[in-house]
Nanobody, 118 residues
Framework: QVQLVESGGGLVQPGESLRLSCAVSGIFFSVYDMDWYRQAPGKQRELVAG???????NYADSVKGRFTIARDNAKNTVYLQMNSLKPEDTAVYYCHAINYKFRSQNYWGQGTQVTVSS
């Protein structure tokens, strides 16, 4: 059974930081590219950051310089360090795993809420 379990969300003030974690089980983690998506109320889900099996990273323009994605293959976990948070970062954040070769093999976590508000 494949499981992606996000944690680390919460309520913070603008300018503060959070680190999200996504613990993965049931798949061979090291052959999966990992992504973080987010979905704000009334908006489409959007890609925030991605990290490949070769540890190449990409970011949405809106988070470049503030967010950092990382993976630990020994712990089957992907992280999203979020600094200088803004109210517009408020969303449910989802972890996504996609096989680097067989792209139809992809899985989603249940999401974790991040709220940035003063």
């Amino acid at each position: 059974q494949v499981q992606l379990v996000e944690s680390g969300g919460g309520l913070v003030q603008p300018g503060e930081s959070l680190r999200l974690s996504c613990a993965v089980s049931g798949i061979f983690f090291s052959v999966y590219d990992m992504d973080w998506y987010r979905q704000a109320p009334g908006k489409q889900r959007e890609l925030v950051a991605g990290i490949t099996t070769a540890v190449n990273t990409n970011y949405a323009d809106s988070v470049k310089g503030r967010f950092t994605i990382a993976r630990d293959n020994a712990k089957n976990t992907v992280y999203l360090q979020m600094n200088s948070l803004k109210p517009e970062d408020t969303a449910v954040y989802y972890c996504h795993a996609i096989n680097y070769k067989f792209r139809s093999q992809n899985y989603w976590g249940q999401g974790t809420q991040v709220t940035v508000s003063s």
